[in-house]
Each structure stands twice: as C-alpha cells, then as structure tokens.
C-alpha cells in the first residue's frame, strides 16, 4: 500500500495473521459544512496510533444510532459510508457534498478491516448536523412598550388600592357615626346650622312673612284684643 514520507513514496507492509485487526484508530473527529438539515459535507480527521499495527489494511466508516447499531447509507449502496485504506498515517477524509444522513445518526465510527474481516471494536466521534439557523421571530416595537405601560399602571394600581380602600373605610365609619347620632338625638339634618346662617324650615300653612317676622300679625292683634274685650265681666244691679 502506497504512503508518502517528506516527498518519498513508501509502501506498508501487512502481515497477515489470520485473524481480523485486533486494533482501531485513536479519535475521530469531524465538523459539518453543510447547513441543510439531513446533510452533511466536510472533512472527517481519524487519527491513527503509531506505528499503525500491520494487520490493518483499511478502514470502513459507518453510521451509529443511540443504540449503537449501524445504520446503511440513504444511496441504497455498501452498508458503510466510506472506506479508506491504511498508509500508517493519519487521514483526513473528505465527504461528498450533500451527503444524507440515516434518520437517528449520533456518530459516525470508524473500524479496522482486513481479509479476514472487521475488528470487533471500534473508535467513535459524534456527529453534529449543522442546520440552517431560523431566524428568530421578531416582536412588533411597540409591543415592549405597552408590556412597560401595563406593567407600571398594576404597579400603581396596587400602591394605590389599598390606601383608597382604608379612606372608604373612613368615610364609612364616620357616616355611621353621624347617622346614628341624630337618629337618637330627635333633631333631623333639617335643624343643622351651616355656617353662619339659620336653616329655616317652613311648615305647608306657614307663609314667608310670619317666618320673617315671628310677631302676631295686625289681624291677629286685633282679634285677640276683641276676645279681652267680650270677657269683660257684666256690671251687677
């Protein structure tokens, strides 16, 4: 297998055991380019140890769900996504733009292979979809006013309940009071001086001018000088 060393071809030596690789790569990494969502494109990092145990001749990349099972590309083709060969170097790999995702994908993984088939183990890396930001939603500018506007009228609403209730309170008691005081003193509201002038209250047979002048009248003089007058006692014989 061919490999490049500082400008020099090299080739790597496989010594076939056998058996499957017994061994895998250090880490996986890789960042999504693709901003669809269900897409990914981008360049996939694998380390490998060094030196690159001789019983692996390349390397398969497969899809894991949440479970861990392998998931098989959405092309209807190999049931892994890549494969690589070994060089006993590291490899950045580069997937095809638009590549679809298996629906439930968590991470990709990548497995050592030989003739004699896969290792039983292998070294994951999480798999990020990068999808499109949605742009947020935006308020109407008026709207952060009007929450201030209410927010500060039930602030004031709630400074200004209470005192308004304790005066009603007041006024309640104090009219109470007033009520029951001239309930049982005999005089009604009607006999309340105010200020400085006199209410008057006027019967139904009572004219303006004998409230005016509370003297008996001329007519009444005159009638009760004339009852003197018919008592007078009779001369005797």
Known sequence: ????????????????????????????????????????????QMAIPLPEPTDIVSYRIYFLDEDRERLLPLDGGQPW?????????????????????????????????????EAQ????????DLMKEEKPMELPSWLVPLCVG??????????????????YNKYQRIKEKL????????????????????????????????ILDPRPSATKRKAKRRGKSSKRPKPTV
């Open 150 to 167: 209410l927010g500060l009228c039930a602030y004031c609403l709630c400074l200004v309940y209470p005192i308004a209730k304790r005066l």
């Open 1 to 44: 297998i061919d490999g490049e060393i500082v400008g020099m071809e090299s080739t790597k030596i496989i010594d076939r055991t056998g058996l499957p690789p017994q061994s895998t790569a250090l880490h996986l990494v890789f960042s999504d380019e693709d901003d669809d969502e269900g897409e990914i494109s981008g360049t996939l």
């Open 121 to 128: 183990i292998g070294k994951r890396g999480t798999l990020f």
């Open 81 to 117: 996504l890549i494969e690589v060969k070994a060089t006993g170097f590291s490899h950045d790999i580069p997937l095809a733009p638009n590549t679809p995702i298996p629906k439930n994908t968590k991470w990709l993984v990548s497995v050592a292979v030989n003739e004699e088939g």
């Open 179 to 210: 009520s029951s005081k001239y309930s049982s003193e005999g005089p009604s509201l009607d006999d309340i001086t105010i200020g400085s002038e006199e209410v008057w209250v006027t019967e139904p047979e009572m004219d303006r001018a004998s």
